[in-house]
């Protein structure tokens, strides 16, 4: 007998792993927590808490869905919100031996674990981070009442982030002129990600080891590389020997991009990559689990702004040789429009940029969707 109630016990812990308040405890803490509770099953349309009464229990949802409700006159309600598996109710009148403000009930057959007043406070007592996630809790329920739900998500989303160690790895992509490095320099200082690599850079460090023999596209620029005619792929998918050569260069830098990733992986440190050589279709082999990826195309809108960038360029530092750039305008101009097409095949985002802030603001809302989706498979 005693075995089949320490099989249920670790059954309710692991159940405990979905629910908010519990985040980065570990399967013991949680087991812990699930032993001071109770299994309570209720029907669907059983109202379990009345505004107004005595908070005496913390009730958290394992299974089913709750609507949480508060009394405007005799018949009438409003819906406060609806809960389900991994919510949890009662926890903040709890700790101020209050009363219940709001009322909640049943909308299907639903499972609590539910934990007495007693029970939670020691639970807080041995538990730290509990109490730390008690406090985002309040925060995130300050937010939802006077800014919305979706604030509320959004700053979990991140919070998660932060708190849990996650890499984050976004990938920038595009032609020459796009901005890409500025972008890159000042997303690094808004999320405070030290680790920035630009694949110029990297495909520097490659020529050295391979020679120009064994790997002609390595040695050109990437929107000059066709004009060898001696790489691999030249012909081979149909396109125009352009693209077959950006194509043969971006391949060959993939596996150099492969070995910055995996490192910052395995380091769990964030990184941002930013380059022509990011082709769209790139992130789609990346199969790490414990990472988050966030690829975007950068773009310029005309040609002549693309034409003015490197006039402006070529006067600011002509040592960077812009001036090739200008007589290859129509060239990048062509490899941008094959980008944005791989791009929308791919499903990668494309941005505009024009202005900084709101290129950065854009990246932004991409790395919170792609938070918010993590959070939401976890």
């Keep these: 007998m005693a075995s089949e109630v320490d099989d249920a ?5 692991s159940a405990l792993a979905g629910v908010s308040l519990f985040e980065g405890l570990s399967p013991q803490e949680l087991d812990a927590i699930a032993r001071r509770g109770v299994l309570r099953t209720l029907r669907s349309n059983t109202a379990f808490i009345q505004k107004g009464e005595e908070a005496s229990s913390l009730y958290l949802i394992l299974s089913g869905r709750v609507r949480v409700y508060a009394d405007r006159r005799e018949g009438e309600h ?25 009322s909640a009930i049943t ?37 939802e009442s006077h800014v919305g739900s979706d604030a509320a998500q959004r700053y979990r989303a991140w ?15 595009g032609c020459t002129g796009t901005g890409k490095s500025t972008v890159a320099a000042e997303l690094s200082l808004r999320l405070d990600i030290g680790r920035t690599l630009s694949t110029d850079i990297l495909r520097e460090v490659v020529r050295l080891f391979v020679s120009r023999d064994s790997a002609p596209e390595l040695h050109s620029s990437t929107y000059e ?14 396109a125009s020997p352009l693209i077959d050569g950006f194509r043969a260069q971006a391949a060959r830098m993939a596996p150099a991009i492969d070995g910055v990733i995996d490192r910052s992986v395995k380091e769990g ?26 690829p ?16 402006h360029r070529d006067r600011q530092a002509p040592s960077r040789g812009a001036s090739r750039y200008l007589r290859n305008l129509e060239v990048i101009w062509q490899l941008q429009t094959y980008l944005v097409k791989e791009a929308a095949r791919c499903g990668v985002a494309v941005i505009t940029n024009v202005h900084l802030d709101h290129t950065v603001q854009q990246v932004m809302e991409l790395i919170t969707n792609a938070l918010l989706a993590r959070l939401a498979d976890k």
Excluded: K, M
């Design 107 to 143: 909308l299907e057959d639903s499972t609590f674990l539910v934990l007495s007043r007693r029970a939670f406070l020691e639970c807080l007592a041995e538990n730290p981070q509990l109490a730390l996630n008690l406090d985002a809790t309040r925060f995130i329920q300050t937010l």
């Design 225 to 238: 590389v066709w004009r060898s005619g001696q790489t691999e792929a030249a012909g081979a998918s149909g």
């Design 159 to 173: 919070s998660t982030f932060r708190r849990n160690g996650l890499p984050l790895v976004l990938l920038i992509g």
């Design 78 to 102: 409003r819906v406060l919100d609806v809960l389900g598996p991994g919510a949890h109710l009662g926890e903040l009148a709890l700790l101020g031996d209050s009363v219940r403000t709001a």
């Design 9 to 13: 016990n670790r059954c309710q812990g």
């Design 269 to 294: 440190a964030s990184t941002i990559i930013e380059g022509i050589h990011i082709h769209p279709a790139y992130h789609e082999h990346l199969t790490h689990e414990d990472a988050v990826f966030v």
């Design 296 to 311: 975007v195309l950068l773009t310029t809108p005309t040609r002549e702004q693309l034409r003015s960038h490197y006039c």
